[in-house]
């Protein structure tokens, strides 16, 4: 393990000490902290946040963690990508129910589920902002669909998405028998 990875394993240490809700409050803290929308912090901003949430990094930690998930050579991290890697890695149980859970809603079976995906699996007519008028049963289907997407909202979420999505909330469920639960449950498997 060189230290860069020995850095993200104290880092992600010490967001699940925080709970369930920890890596995604360091999410929503670096969103904050990206006030120029570049998705991306340099070392001095990755150091100063962390340090803000207690989460300490001397320089050079923060700074090889910064060129590791350097996508341009800007200096910057890309904040999605370091996101993900803090996020602990999923058993295979899990992996295989968010697959089934992926294969329901790809009626097509193109491993991307749209829009008209979803159409054949469920119905957005009893919302009740399609009750009220407000939004057409598209509208609703896909603002479902955008809370699988990646940032990119292109109304197509591919298996990686969805498992990302997933790795999520995985990340603050203890056991697979709880994940898989309530993956079984919520996608009725």
């Known amino acids: 393990m060189d230290a860069v990875d020995a850095t993200v394993e104290k880092l992600r240490a010490q967001c699940l000490s925080r709970g369930a809700l920890g890596i995604q409050g360091l999410a929503r803290f670096f969103r904050r902290l990206d006030r120029d929308r570049s998705r991306s912090l340099d070392s001095r901003e990755l150091q100063r946040g962390l340090a803000e949430l207690g989460l300490v990094l001397d320089t050079a930690e923060a700074e090889g963690v910064c060129r590791r998930w350097d996508r341009d050579g800007s200096g910057t991290l890309d904040l999605e990508e370091f996101l993900r890697a803090l ?14 859970a992926f294969a329901k809603l790809d009626r097509s079976g193109d491993g991307v589920v749209t829009v008209d995906d979803l159409r054949g699996v469920y119905s957005g007519r009893t919302h009740p902002k399609v009750q009220s008028g407000e939004w057409t ?22 298996l990686a998405e969805f498992q990302d999505y997933y790795s999520g909330v995985s990340a603050s469920m203890d056991t697979d028998e ?5 993956m079984t449950s919520a996608w009725q498997l």
């Open 87 to 100: 996020r602990p890695p999923m058993s295979q149980a899990r992996e295989a129910v968010i697959a089934a």
């Open 137 to 158: 049963e598209e509208e609703v289907l896909r603002r479902f669909l955008d809370n699988f997407d990646s940032s990119e909202k292109d109304g197509q979420v591919t």
């Open 178 to 182: 709880e994940f898989v639960a309530m």
